[in-house]
């Protein structure tokens, strides 16, 4: 290891030590600059938004202008850390081999891992793509970086997410597609009024319970070869009527849809927002696109990534599409993408933990990555 490359564990650490709960903005991101200035990176740093879902920093930092060009792309942005730590949730400690803080996981070790794996000087072109908003609702994250690399002319031709991927063992899982995300808010009016005099008043509650029936009843596939079913989740109803004797004016219901790549989000909230309207036409039905489903079809790349995984472990990682959402879903319309990373286990816990030998591991196997990519 050369001067100017960081030690991995102490990376994390300082990066760790910085309360960075989202959306993230300052100290942490001196400290990532910090590492990769002396590695020969031009560092673009930017705020962007308003309250409620900013202000968001992010980082789009790059390195040659030429040849062959590999994207590392991350967060550093955390969930916030709840009470009951045994250490502080941004006092990174090292205890029986594990180093504790939040983000240790997720994805602060990742990010440490991939820059102490930069070596001095190499062929082709290494960028960082870099937000304080993945764990958010990323408005002024990703996206906004996506756009500025347009403008600029940046476009890579692979991209690794730094996610945690791994379940039992670092290396025995790797992500190559997600499914996609929809939230949709239906709302039913009715007519408040008296329970003993419901011919002056109109029950929204039926309607509503009607079609969320109809709803719930609805197989959208079957799953394919790369992805699970897809799900539609009733995940709350609300009337808020405190009152015992009253017909209420609304009611009120949201639903997730985590769904593959035979549908679009469009299309599923008009299919939701049809089945409401036969049962009450007057509803509002508010669909917000978390993400799109996307795959990386196995090949060349997840081979890479694979080979260089096998070789420093011994496993032959699954490729998987399971899991929530991740930034991977918008860069996925860059080029092809595929995600790798940590030990999933303990990621959004108290004592969030890695193993130090998992962080060392990493940072070779993403050496190895590097240099394929690049060859």
Known sequence: MTAVQPDV?????????????????????DVLEAALVPLGFHVDRFIMGEAPDGPVENMLATRGTSGRHFAFAGHLDVVPPGSGWTSGAFVPEVRDGLLHGRGAVDMKGAIAAFVAAIPPASDGMISLIITGDEEGPATYGTPVIIDRMAARGIRPDLCLVGEPTSAKHLGDMIKIGRRGSVNIWIDVPGRQGHVAYPHLADNPIPRLVAALSEIDAIV????????????????????????????????????????????????????????????????????????????????????????????????????????????????????????????????????????????????????????????
């Open 9 to 29: 564990v102490e990376l994390a650490s300082a990066l760790i030590a910085c309360d960075s709960v989202t959306p993230a903005t300052g100290a942490v991101f």
């Open 220 to 375: 959208l596939d079957e799953g394919n070869a790369w992805f699970q079913p897809s799900n539609i989740e009733v995940t709350d109803i609300t009337v808020g009527n405190p009152a015992t004797n009253v017909i209420p004016a609304h009611a009120s219901a949201r639903l997730s849809i985590r769904f593959n790549d035979e549908h679009t989000g469009a299309d599923l909230a008009a299919r939701i927002e049809a089945v409401v309207h036969r049962h009450a036409p007057e509803a509002k039905v508010v669909a917000r696109i978390s993400g799109e489903a996307f795959l990386t079809p196995p090949g060349a790349f997840s081979a890479m990534i694979a080979d260089a995984i096998t070789a420093r472990t011994g496993l032959i990682p699954d490729l998987s599409t399971t899991g929530g959402t991740s930034d991977a879903r918008f860069l996925s319309a860059l080029c092809p993408v595929v995600e790798f990373g940590l030990l999933n286990a303990t990621m959004h816990k108290l004592d969030e933990a890695v193993a130090v030998e998992d962080l060392r591991s990493l940072r070779d196997i993403y050496a190895d990555i590097l240099a394929r990519a690049l060859a």
